[in-house]
Each structure stands twice: as structure tokens, then as C-alpha cells.
């Protein structure tokens, strides 16, 4: 058993990493070889003494009926290099010098099936054992062997490709890549022995993994018959077959060839697979397929919603991994209204909420990749106004309200937040405040354990829920001032910059509602920094934000001194000098004529 990685990756529009166990019979081991290069070696000694030596025979040994000719000399020499290499210097990491590449090189080309036998299996050694990379004289007379009518030479030498694929070095992909690998395994995906079939579709999705042969990667022809090796009788060819399409569909180009040759029928079909290592690889297919809107549309055409019914079906796997690839399908596939909205039609709210409560509590190890799975899926589907109603009387709120205080789970705590988010968008913003979200959100910011990459999401929901006053007086209250002084904190310090303006738009709700003075005082100094880099920001949103933010901090006289003896007005005449979009402009110049009035009632009240 072998594993590939696949790399996938986002949701809804990422392809995720996840692995393939590609599954091939181990081939012979040295001894084979050596023992044929020796039969070889003991009939020409027989041929050549007429006789009077009398060959080594076995069962499966050679005999006068399977050498027509005797070997040529070249031939002879090469059998005796490899013989003596093999017998005396090989090790645990063989070197491949350029006689014993010359040797291999002419059993390969040799017309002897049996000569090309031993330099498979010579290969297949060396692809065990080797700990540098292939190159290009090793991997040119590889290749050639998968050319060879012989299913025996097939076997081994796709077997070898497949193991030089796997290695850690990603020159072995680009290499047997440059040597146009995929012209001989395509013609091997029609052979009828399984075993060939195995190794052809396993070294197919062993380089599918790797990025720098994605351009090279030609398997116009090929494509049909790996879909067609599907419905192999073998259930290894099936899987090899499944994780071969699998890391095909990594490749754009490559997702629309699958399209165009009818994978799409195929996969969904699958899925009602008893064989789940299969289901797995075909979910994960058409996972990576949806990330296309073309895609997810002819996906959902298929049948009767098919493809729908199966992966809710599938929710319910007792295959946790296979219970996780479908919450990412599912959220691929939930990226555009009519698949949301048939989604939630067939009933998978009830399916996730049990996926999300039984991953929440379970102490397995991928319960946190499946918590994060299935809430990112949620996500998606709460996106639909239409769907809000359906996801607030499943009673999801007070479980994201939990997985926001969990605080070890960064990814989950970003898909609630986002949930949250949706639904305080649409109308069921009171059900958010009465199942006290609005804590929860504030409690996960303040915590140290949240992971900086969960801070956008946070401060985009607080941000949409602080348009309420009843939300501002809360802010502005909890834990004694705490959440203020954070996001001003955020809003001045975050290394992220949606993070930054969520936050100083946040503060700036806050500054119509009025800051209190403690508070005023404590955070004074941070407010002025965090907008004087805004309003000398290129980004016109923050130019906004900040002269926005200034004209509500300009009614207090506190904040008009502060800002004056940090000479804010010398940014902005600088601001209204350049050239910047009208509404900036016009915001530029309420500002300084703030500041101006401001001036001039000081002067009049100077005696």
C-alpha cells in the first residue's frame, strides 16, 4: 500500500489535500533478476560448447524452444555488467554508473523478451532502493520498456515508473514527464491484465500530483479508458482508476477534458458504490470538479438531482473520511442559488447539524477537520436569504455560539462566525442577539488561543451587528471596556488588513453612539495612529474609513486636540492636493472645514 498525495484544496472554490492509497503487488525482488541473467548466461554457454554443458533447467526456466537465436555479443556483455553488479555491488542505495545504464540500456532495445524482463526487474530494484533522484538516460529506457508487448516487461516497468513517481523528489514527475511517459500508459489502460491495468492508472495518479507536469500531462486518449476502468470487475483497478481521475481533476485543463468525455455520469453513478475507498475517491472528484459554476450546474442536471440526494445520503457514512469529503462537495457544490436552495429542499440541514453536534463532543482525531468540513458547508448554504428561516429553526445558532468559545479550532470558529454573519445580514438578526452571538463573537476576539487567521471573519460579523444601537451600548460596555480597547488595538496593529478596516469601521459605529471618557482616554492615542496610517493609505477604502471615522471624532473636543497636536491637518491639505475619487474628496473637505471651524471659534474665545 502506497499513498499519493493529492492536492486540493478551496471551498467553494478550492481544491483540498487530502491522500490516495494506491494499491499495486510488489515485484520480484534482485533474486529474480540475477537468477534469469544466470539461465540466460548458462544456454549461450550451451549453445556455444554444443551441448556439452548442459543449461540449468526449470519449469519456468529457458529452453531451446524460446531462444530461436543465440544472444548477440553486445547482448552477452550486458548480461554478464548487470550480473556481476547485481552479485557483488549492490547495496542499499545503488549507483548507477554509465556502463551498468549502457547494459541496461541494450537489454531494453534487445528484440528478447527475457532480456527485457531482466531490465524491469533491474529497474524495479533500483526504483526500491535509490535515494537520489531518476534521470534522464535512467528514465528514457524506463519508458521504452512500458512500450513492450510482453505483459510481464508491462508489469514490472509500470510498477517501477509508479515507485520512481512516489519518491520524494519531484524531478522523478518532471523527468518521466519530459520523456513522454503518458503516451505508453495511455495504450496500457487497455490492456486486459489487471495487474498492468493497476500499475498504469497508480503511476498516472502518482504524477497527476505534481504541479511541473500538469502542462505535460497528455491523456487526451487515455481519459475514456480510465473512466471506463470504473466499472472494472477488478475492485483494484477500480480504485487506482478512481484516485487516477481523482489527481487528473487537480489540473483546470484536465477537469474539462474529464467533462467532455462524460466523467461527470460516471462519478455520480459511483458514488452509490458499496466498495467507501471508492466512494471516497469519486466524491473527492467531483468535489474538485464543482469548483467550475458550468460544472455544478451539468452535475445537478444529471438524472433526478442524483448527485444531491447521494451526497446527503452519503452524510451518513460510518467512513468518517467519507462523511468529510462530502461536507467539501457539498460545499462546492452549494456555491450558487438553486443548488443552496435544493440542498436545503432535500433535507441536509438535519444531516449536517448531526454531523457538526457528533464532531463538536467526539475526541477522534479528524473530528476537528470534519467540525470545520460540515461548517463550511453550512456556510455556503447560509449565504441564500431563502435559507436563513430553515438554518435558524434548525436551532444552528446556539452551536456556533459553543464552537466560538471552543477557541482550538481556528477554521470551525471562521465558518460560525461566517454564519453567523449571513444570517445578521438577512432578517433574523434578533434570533442572533437572543441566542448571544453577539458575546460569543466578542469572547472569541478577546481570547489569546484565536489564531489571527479567524480575526476576519469575527470583526466582518461584529461589524455587521454593531449597525444596531442596542449592539453599540454592549460593545462599548464589555468586560469594562476591554472589547473597545481591542479593536482599536486590531484596527492599528492587525497584520491584516481586512482585520484593520473591519475593526475601524466597527469604532467608527462606536463614535456615533459616543465613547465614554474613560475609555476616550485609554484609547485615545491608539485612534490617532490607526487613522493617520489610514489617511496616508494608497487604498481608497481606508482613506475613507479614516476621514469618515475623523469627522465623527472631531465633535469632541478631546479627540480635536489630540488630533491637532499630532497635526493631522497637515495630511489633510496633502489628501486634498492629490488626486482622489470624488466622495473622498468631498470628505477631505468636511473635514478640514471641521478643523477651520474648530480654529476659528478657539481664536474668538482667545481674549
Same mark, same amino acid.
Given at each position: 500500500?502506497?499513498?499519493?498525495?493529492?492536492? #486540493?484544496?478551496?471551498?467553494?472554490?478550492?481544491?483540498? $489535500?487530502?491522500?490516495?492509497?494506491?494499491?499495486?503487488?510488489?515485484?520480484?525482488?534482485?533474486?529474480?533478476?540475477?537468477?534469469?541473467?544466470?539461465?540466460?548466461?548458462?544456454?549461450?554457454?550451451?549453445?556455444?560448447?554444443?551441448?556439452?554443458?548442459?543449461?540449468?533447467? %526449470?519449469? /519456468?526456466?529457458?529452453?531451446?524452444?524460446?531462444?530461436?537465436?543465440?544472444?548477440?555479443?553486445?547482448?552477452?556483455?550486458?548480461?554478464?555488467?548487470?550480473?556481476?553488479?547485481?552479485?557483488?555491488?549492490?547495496?542499499?542505495?545503488?549507483?548507477?554508473?554509465?556502463?551498468?545504464?549502457?547494459?541496461?540500456?541494450?537489454?531494453?532495445?534487445?528484440?528478447?523478451?527475457?532480456?527485457?524482463?531482466?531490465?524491469?526487474?533491474?529497474?524495479?530494484?533500483?526504483? $526500491?532502493?535509490?535515494?537520489?533522484?531518476?534521470?534522464?538516460?535512467?528514465?528514457?529506457?524506463?519508458?521504452?520498456?512500458?512500450?513492450?508487448?510482453?505483459?510481464?516487461?508491462?508489469?514490472?516497468?509500470?510498477?517501477?515508473?509508479?515507485?520512481?513517481?512516489?519518491? %520524494?523528489?519531484?524531478?522523478?514527475?518532471?523527468?518521466?514527464?519530459?520523456?513522454?511517459?503518458?503516451?505508453?500508459?495511455?495504450?496500457?489502460?487497455?490492456? %486486459?491484465? &489487471?495487474?498492468?491495468?493497476?500499475?498504469?492508472?497508480?503511476?498516472?495518479?502518482?504524477?497527476?500530483?505534481?504541479?511541473?507536469?500538469?502542462?505535460?500531462?497528455?491523456?487526451?486518449? !487515455?481519459?475514456?479508458?480510465?473512466?471506463?476502468?470504473?466499472?472494472?470487475?477488478?475492485?483494484?483497478?477500480?480504485?487506482?482508476?478512481? #484516485?487516477?481521475?481523482?489527481?487528473?481533476?487537480?489540473?483546470?485543463?484536465?477537469?474539462?477534458?474529464?467533462?467532455?468525455?462524460?466523467?461527470?455520469?460516471?462519478?455520480?453513478?459511483?458514488?452509490?458504490?458499496?466498495?467507501?475507498?471508492?466512494?471516497?475517491?469519486?466524491?473527492?472528484?467531483?468535489?474538485?470538479?464543482?469548483?467550475?459554476?458550468?460544472?455544478?450546474?451539468?452535475?445537478?442536471?444529471?438524472?433526478?438531482?442524483?448527485?444531491?440526494?447521494?451526497?446527503?445520503?452519503?452524510?451518513?457514512?460510518?467512513?468518517?473520511?467519507?462523511?468529510?469529503?462530502?461536507?467539501?462537495?457539498?460545499?462546492?457544490?452549494?456555491?450558487?442559488?438553486?443548488?443552496?436552495?435544493?440542498?436545503?429542499?432535500? #433535507?441536509?440541514?438535519?444531516?449536517?447539524?448531526?454531523?457538526?453536534?457528533?464532531?463538536?463532543?467526539?475526541?477522534?482525531?479528524?473530528?476537528?477537520?470534519?467540525?470545520?468540513?460540515?461548517?463550511?458547508?453550512?456556510? /455556503?448554504?447560509?449565504?441564500?436569504?431563502?435559507?436563513?428561516?430553515?438554518?435558524? %429553526?434548525?436551532?444552528?445558532?446556539?452551536?456556533?455560539?459553543?464552537?466560538?468559545?471552543?477557541?482550538? /479550532?481556528?477554521?470551525?470558529?471562521?465558518?460560525?462566525? !461566517?454564519?453567523?454573519? /449571513?444570517?445578521?445580514?438577512?432578517?433574523?438578526?434578533?434570533?442572533?442577539?437572543?441566542?448571544?452571538?453577539?458575546?460569543?463573537?466578542?469572547?472569541?476576539?478577546?481570547?489569546?488561543?484565536?489564531?489571527?487567521?479567524?480575526?476576519?471573519?469575527?470583526?466582518?460579523?461584529?461589524?455587521?451587528?454593531?449597525?444596531?444601537?442596542?449592539?453599540?451600548?454592549?460593545?462599548?460596555?464589555?468586560?469594562?471596556?476591554?472589547?473597545?480597547?481591542?479593536?482599536?488595538?486590531?484596527?492599528?496593529?492587525?497584520?491584516?488588513?481586512?482585520?484593520?478596516?473591519?475593526?475601524?469601521?466597527?469604532?467608527?459605529?462606536?463614535?456615533?453612539?459616543?465613547?465614554?471618557?474613560?475609555?476616550?482616554?485609554?484609547?485615545?492615542?491608539?485612534?490617532?495612529?490607526?487613522?493617520?496610517?489610514?489617511?496616508?493609505?494608497?487604498? &481608497?477604502?481606508?482613506?475613507?474609513?479614516?476621514?469618515?471615522?475623523?469627522?465623527?471624532?472631531?465633535?469632541?473636543?478631546?479627540?480635536?486636540?489630540?488630533?491637532?497636536?499630532?497635526?493631522?491637518?497637515?495630511?489633510?491639505?496633502?489628501?486634498?492636493?492629490?488626486?482622489?475619487?470624488?466622495?473622498?474628496?468631498?470628505?477631505?473637505?468636511?473635514?478640514?472645514?471641521?478643523?477651520?471651524?474648530?480654529?476659528?471659534?478657539?481664536?474668538?474665545?482667545?481674549?
Amino acid at each position: 500500500m502506497e499513498q499519493v498525495k493529492v492536492k #486540493g484544496g478551496k471551498h467553494t472554490e478550492v481544491i483540498h $489535500e487530502f491522500e490516495i492509497c494506491i494499491e499495486r503487488p510488489k515485484p520480484s525482488a534482485v533474486d529474480a533478476v540475477i537468477a534469469l541473467l544466470k539461465k540466460i548466461l548458462s544456454y549461450c554457454v550451451c549453445v556455444m560448447t554444443c551441448g556439452c554443458v548442459a543449461p540449468q533447467r %526449470s519449469p /519456468n526456466g529457458i529452453n531451446g524452444e524460446e531462444y530461436g537465436t543465440l544472444l548477440l555479443d553486445d547482448e552477452r556483455v550486458a548480461v554478464e555488467n548487470l550480473l556481476t553488479y547485481l552479485e557483488t555491488d549492490n547495496c542499499s542505495d545503488p549507483v548507477v554508473s554509465h556502463q551498468h545504464l549502457r547494459a541496461l540500456s541494450i537489454l531494453t532495445y534487445s528484440d528478447n523478451d527475457d532480456l527485457q524482463r531482466s531490465a524491469a526487474l533491474c529497474f524495479a530494484e533500483f526504483s $526500491e532502493k535509490m535515494c537520489g533522484p531518476l534521470t534522464a538516460d535512467m528514465a528514457v529506457p524506463l519508458v521504452q520498456l512500458l512500450t513492450s508487448t510482453d505483459v510481464q516487461v508491462q508489469r514490472v516497468a509500470s510498477h517501477a515508473v509508479s515507485k520512481f513517481s512516489l519518491a %520524494s523528489f519531484v524531478k522523478n514527475k518532471e523527468v518521466l514527464a519530459s520523456c513522454d511517459v503518458f503516451t505508453p500508459l495511455s495504450r496500457l489502460l487497455l490492456s %486486459s491484465d &489487471p495487474e498492468v491495468l493497476c500499475n498504469a492508472c497508480g503511476c498516472i495518479a502518482a504524477l497527476a500530483t505534481a504541479d511541473c507536469t500538469q502542462q505535460q500531462l497528455n491523456m487526451d486518449q !487515455g481519459i475514456k479508458a480510465v473512466l471506463s476502468l470504473l466499472k472494472s470487475p477488478h475492485v483494484h483497478v477500480q480504485h487506482n482508476a478512481a #484516485g487516477a481521475i481523482l489527481n487528473l481533476t487537480r489540473s483546470h485543463c484536465n477537469r474539462i477534458k474529464l467533462v467532455s468525455q462524460g466523467a461527470l455520469p460516471v462519478l455520480v453513478e459511483m458514488l452509490h458504490s458499496p466498495d467507501e475507498e471508492i466512494q471516497y475517491y469519486c466524491i473527492a472528484a467531483l468535489s474538485n470538479v464543482a469548483v467550475h459554476e458550468k460544472h455544478r450546474a451539468m452535475m445537478v442536471a444529471i438524472g433526478n438531482h442524483d448527485v444531491i440526494l447521494q451526497l446527503i445520503s452519503l452524510l451518513y457514512s460510518r467512513q468518517e473520511k467519507v462523511k468529510c469529503q462530502t461536507c467539501f462537495a457539498v460545499r462546492n457544490l452549494a456555491s450558487d442559488g438553486i443548488q443552496q436552495v435544493l440542498f436545503v429542499r432535500y #433535507g441536509i440541514l438535519e444531516a449536517l447539524h448531526k454531523v457538526i453536534k457528533a464532531s463538536s463532543y467526539s475526541a477522534h482525531p479528524s473530528a476537528p477537520h470534519m467540525l470545520a468540513a460540515a461548517l463550511g458547508c453550512l456556510r /455556503n448554504l447560509s449565504i441564500l436569504k431563502a435559507n436563513e428561516l430553515s438554518i435558524v %429553526s434548525e436551532d444552528f445558532l446556539p452551536d456556533m455560539c459553543s464552537i466560538l468559545s471552543c477557541g482550538n /479550532n481556528s477554521e470551525a470558529q471562521r465558518h460560525a462566525a !461566517g454564519t453567523i454573519r /449571513n444570517i445578521a445580514v438577512g432578517d433574523h438578526l434578533q434570533a442572533v442577539l437572543e441566542s448571544d452571538c453577539l458575546e460569543a463573537l466578542c469572547t472569541c476576539l478577546l481570547d489569546v488561543r484565536t489564531k489571527s487567521s479567524a480575526h476576519a471573519d469575527l470583526s466582518a460579523a461584529l461589524a455587521v451587528l454593531a449597525d444596531e444601537d442596542a449592539v453599540k451600548c454592549k460593545l462599548l460596555s464589555l468586560w469594562n471596556g476591554r472589547m473597545f480597547g481591542r479593536l482599536v488595538s486590531l484596527a492599528s496593529l492587525s497584520i491584516i488588513k481586512e482585520v484593520q478596516y473591519n475593526s475601524a469601521g466597527i469604532v467608527g459605529q462606536l463614535a456615533l453612539h459616543g465613547i465614554p471618557d474613560d475609555l476616550r482616554e485609554t484609547n485615545k492615542l491608539g485612534i490617532v495612529l490607526y487613522i493617520d496610517k489610514f489617511l496616508k493609505s494608497k487604498d &481608497p477604502n481606508f482613506l475613507h474609513i479614516g476621514l469618515w471615522t475623523l469627522r465623527q471624532l472631531l465633535k469632541d473636543p478631546e479627540f480635536v486636540t489630540a488630533f491637532k497636536e499630532h497635526h493631522i491637518d497637515h495630511v489633510i491639505w496633502r489628501l486634498l492636493a492629490a488626486s482622489h475619487a470624488p466622495a473622498i474628496q468631498d470628505l477631505a473637505q468636511a473635514v478640514q472645514d471641521s478643523l477651520l471651524e474648530v480654529q476659528q471659534k478657539h481664536m474668538s474665545l482667545t481674549p
